[in-house]
C-alpha cells in the first residue's frame, strides 16, 4: 500500500475493531449497594474500571467524586481486591473478569487500569464494544500493535485518553504556563530529571522493555509537552552503577541509569537524565532556558516544615519516596479531566498519537543507546506498515520492499497511518478532510 492508500484510509475506513471472544461465564457479582439516580435532565456517564490495584483504587476514587460519572462495576483477577474496592466506593457490581465490564451493556466508558501486556486488547474489545476507553501508559510496547489499538478505537467512533499523569502536575504545569505565556522569553533549554529512591527487583526490570521504555519515557513525553513542538532526532547513552546484578539482561534492561539530548525545532534542545536510585528521595525536576529567563521546579515534600541546627539547615522530612504520593493529585486531575470530556463531550487533553509519539521516543533512545549515534524518529516511524488501519506490522528495511513503501518523514507522517479520531471528526468535516489531502 503507498502513501495515497494510507491517505485514503484516514477518510473512508470504517468497520468494527478487531474481533474479540464472548466474555466468560464468571457471574457477575453484586455488593448490593443502592445507586442514587439522577434527577438533571442529563443522564450521568456510566464507567468501569478494569484492575483494582494501586491505580486503579486512585482513578477509582477520582471516578467517584467527578460530577455527572458513576462507578457501576470493576473488575479484577483476584476478585476479593475488586469486592473490596466495590464495597469501598460504593460500586453495584465486581467481577473477575475484564471483559464483563467491557460489554456490560450499562457502561458507556472502561479504565484499563490493568498490566502492560493487556492494554492493547482491551482497547480494541472496548472500541469492539463501542466504549470510550481511559488507559494507563502503555497503549501497547510494540509499535505496529500500538497503532492498530488506536486506529480501533478512532474508527470505532469512541475516545481514547492515555495516562500521562506528569502533564496534569501542578509543578510542570506551571512551566508549561510560563513558557505558553513568554514569562522567560523564548525557550533554549529543557532539562528534566527522574531518580526513583530505590533500584525496582531483578524480576521487574527483567522484559520490561529497558529504562527508556519503562522510566525515560515520562521525561521524553514531558520535553514534547513543554517543547510544544514535535522532536527531530535523539543521542541517548546509558550505563549501570547500582544493581549490578541487571547487567546480564539485553538491550538498555541493563542500565539502571541514561542520558539522552533530544533536538527540537527551532534549535530548542532538551537534555534528559534518570537514574533507578537516588539517596534523598524521589528526585523529579524540570527546569526551562529563555531568552529572558529560567523556570525551575523543585521536588515535592510531605509538608514545608525546616529544621534549623548548628549542623544543619533545610527540610525537616526527605521527598516523597513513592511515586503515588509524589503524583497523586496528578493522576486525580487527570481522571477529572476525562471525566469532565465524557460529561461535555469535549476533545481529551492526552490522545492515542501522543501515547504514540512517547513510545516513538522511547524506542528512538533505546537504538541510539545500542548503536552510539544520533537517531532521527523517522527512522522508527517508517518500520510500521499498515494493511488497513487496524491489521499493522513492523517491517525491516530490505529489499522485499519497494520503495514509499512505508511512511517516512518527521513524526507528523504519523498521521498517514492514524486514523482521525472522534473529536478531530467533529472539527473538521469530510470535504475539508478530503481538500486538504488530495488538494
Same mark, same amino acid.
Given at each position: ?8 484510509? =484516514?477518510?473512508?475506513?470504517? %468497520?468494527? =475493531?478487531?474481533?474479540?471472544?464472548? #466474555? ?14 439522577t ?35 470493576v ?15 460504593? &460500586? ?14 450499562? &457502561? ?11 492494554? #492493547?486488547?482491551?482497547?480494541? =474489545?472496548?472500541? #469492539?464494544?463501542?466504549k ?23 474508527e ?8 500521562l ?11 508549561r504556563?510560563?513558557?505558553? *505565556? ?11 530529571? /527522574?531518580?526513583?529512591?530505590?533500584p525496582?527487583?531483578? *524480576? !521487574? ?21 513543554? #517543547? ?9 547513552? %546509558? /550505563? ?10 539485553? %538491550? ?16 530548542v534542545?532538551?537534555?534528559v537524565?534518570?537514574?533507578r536510585?537516588?539517596?534523598?528521595? !524521589? ?6 532556558? %529563555? ?5 525551575a521546579?523543585?521536588? &515535592? ?10 549542623? !544543619? ?11 503515588l ?10 481522571? *477529572? ?5 465524557? &460529561?461535555?463531550? /469535549? ?7 501522543d501515547?504514540?509519539? =512517547? ?14 549515534r ?7 516511524i ?23 513503501f ?20 467533529? *472539527? ?12
Amino acid at each position: 500500500m503507498v502513501r495515497l492508500g494510507s491517505a485514503l484510509i =484516514a477518510i473512508f475506513a470504517v %468497520g468494527s =475493531a478487531s474481533a474479540f471472544a464472548p #466474555a466468560s461465564q464468571h457471574a457477575v457479582r453484586s455488593t448490593h449497594v443502592l445507586q442514587m439516580t439522577t434527577t438533571e435532565a442529563k443522564d450521568p456517564v456510566k464507567v468501569g474500571v478494569i484492575g483494582c490495584g494501586r491505580i486503579g483504587i486512585v482513578h477509582l476514587g477520582a471516578i467517584n467524586k467527578a460530577p455527572g460519572v458513576v462507578p457501576i462495576i470493576v473488575s479484577n483477577p483476584t476478585v476479593s481486591k475488586a469486592e473490596d474496592a466495590a464495597k469501598k466506593f460504593g &460500586v453495584a457490581k465486581f467481577t473477575s473478569d475484564a471483559m464483563e465490564v467491557i460489554t456490560d451493556p450499562d &457502561v458507556d466508558a472502561v479504565w484499563i487500569c490493568s498490566p502492560s501486556q493487556f492494554h #492493547a486488547d482491551q482497547i480494541k =474489545a472496548c472500541a #469492539a464494544n463501542g466504549k470510550h476507553v481511559f488507559c494507563e501508559k502503555p497503549i501497547a510496547t510494540d509499535l505496529a500493535e500500538t497503532v492498530e489499538a488506536i486506529n480501533a478505537c478512532n474508527e470505532a467512533g469512541v475516545k481514547l485518553m492515555i495516562g500521562l499523569q506528569r502533564r496534569f502536575d501542578p509543578n510542570f504545569l506551571r512551566v508549561r504556563r510560563a513558557i505558553e *505565556e513568554k514569562e522567560v522569553g523564548d525557550t533554549i533549554i529543557i532539562k528534566t530529571c /527522574s531518580r526513583d529512591p530505590s533500584p525496582p527487583p531483578y *524480576e !521487574y526490570v527483567k522484559g520490561g522493555g529497558g529504562i527508556f521504555n519503562d522510566m525515560a519515557v515520562h521525561d521524553l513525553d514531558m520535553t514534547r509537552f513543554l #517543547a510544544g513542538d514535535d522532536p527531530i532526532e535523539i543521542l541517548a547513552v %546509558g /550505563s549501570c552503577h547500582i544493581d549490578k546484578s541487571i547487567e546480564d539482561l539485553p %538491550g538498555s534492561e541493563a542500565f539502571d541509569t541514561a542520558s539522552c539530548i533530544v533536538r527540537y525545532p527551532n534549535g530548542v534542545s532538551a537534555m534528559v537524565d534518570v537514574c533507578r536510585q537516588s539517596s534523598y528521595g !524521589y528526585d523529579q525536576r524540570a527546569e526551562v532556558l %529563555g531568552t529572558s529567563g529560567m523556570i525551575a521546579t523543585d521536588n &515535592v515534600y510531605p509538608n514545608t516544615a525546616k529544621i534549623y541546627k548548628n549542623n !544543619y539547615t533545610g527540610n525537616a522530612d526527605m521527598p516523597f519516596d513513592f511515586f503515588l504520593s509524589r503524583y497523586f493529585e496528578a493522576y486525580v486531575t487527570e481522571t *477529572e479531566a476525562f471525566c469532565e470530556s465524557l &460529561v461535555n463531550d /469535549s476533545a481529551v487533553p492526552c490522545t492515542g498519537i501522543d501515547g504514540l509519539v =512517547a513510545l516513538v521516543m522511547s524506542l528512538a533512545a533505546d537504538k541510539s543507546a545500542a548503536e552510539g549515534r544520533w537517531v532521527k524518529f523517522s527512522e522508527i516511524i517508517e518500520q510500521v506498515y499498515c494493511v488497513n488501519p487496524t491489521e499493522c506490522s513492523l517491517i525491516a528495511n530490505d529489499a522485499m520492499f519497494p520503495e514509499g513503501f512505508k511512511p517516512t518523514g518527521d513524526i507528523k507522517s504519523l498521521n498517514e497511518i492514524v486514523v482521525p479520531d472522534v473529536d478531530q471528526k467533529k *472539527e473538521e468535516g469530510f470535504a475539508d478532510k478530503f481538500k486538504k489531502i488530495f488538494g
